[in-house]
């Protein structure tokens, strides 16, 4: 898969995850921050690069080494220090209670086994530790989650198996596991098509790409403007907490 950076929806992708980080996980100088998966940091927002640069301590895992790999080039060249690991999610290798913060989002619907993604995120978090766990909103107003089915069907749909989840099941099945529910939020307010479509001309036509910011920046300005909707993107969010 190419890598998306530059494209307008991803710097759109990156604000919206800024603004999580910045509202729901403060403070990073210090913390010991996990991120759950790192298709971000090779192919798109690089947001946990963002968080190394304000002073956290970061870690990652994700299960596809060249993944791993493109991340760790990407902290070598910046000159910054990571944990950077090849592992399973549902098997984390890292021991108990190790972070301050984790950060996953559109990770644990990759696989029918998200219950044990979650016992597992729950174990390695610190008690009094927080995280955002998002995932794909079932009830995404532009109907994102059937143009998933459909190419998902035909074969066209690379990022492979993907389950969606109103908030109220995401927050059950993090209450279950022993998470206390801080709050409801989300990223990318937009129709899941123009994202699509914005990489497409991105990869294929990159000189092209500044035709697609007058289509995006709308819904940039909602995301800003109304913070309502921001429970309302394709992919939604809770903040949690462990308790101390």
Known sequence: ??????????????????????????????????????????????????????????????????????????????????????????????????????????TIEHFKEYRQALVEIYRVLKKGGRAVIGVPNKWDPFLRPLMVTFLYWLNLYGYGYEKSFSMRQLERMLEDVGFEVLGRSGILFMPGSLRMLDLFVHVNWPKASFLMAPLIRPFFYLYRTFPSLRRHGYLIASAVQKPG
């Open 1 to 106: 898969m190419p890598a998306f950076h530059g494209a307008p929806s991803t710097k759109y992708y990156f604000e919206c995850e800024r603004t999580l980080f910045e509202s729901c996980l403060p403070h990073l100088k210090g913390k010991r921050v996990f991120k759950t998966d790192l298709w971000d940091e090779s192919k798109n927002t690089r947001i946990l690069k963002w968080a190394a640069d304000q002073g956290a301590e970061v870690f990652g895992l994700d299960i596809a080494y060249p993944v791993v790999k493109d991340t760790q080039d990407l902290f070598r060249r910046s000159s910054l220090k990571c944990g950077i690991i090849v592992s399973d999610l549902r098997q984390i290798a890292f021991s108990d209670e190790s972070f301050d913060y984790i950060y996953s989002m559109g």
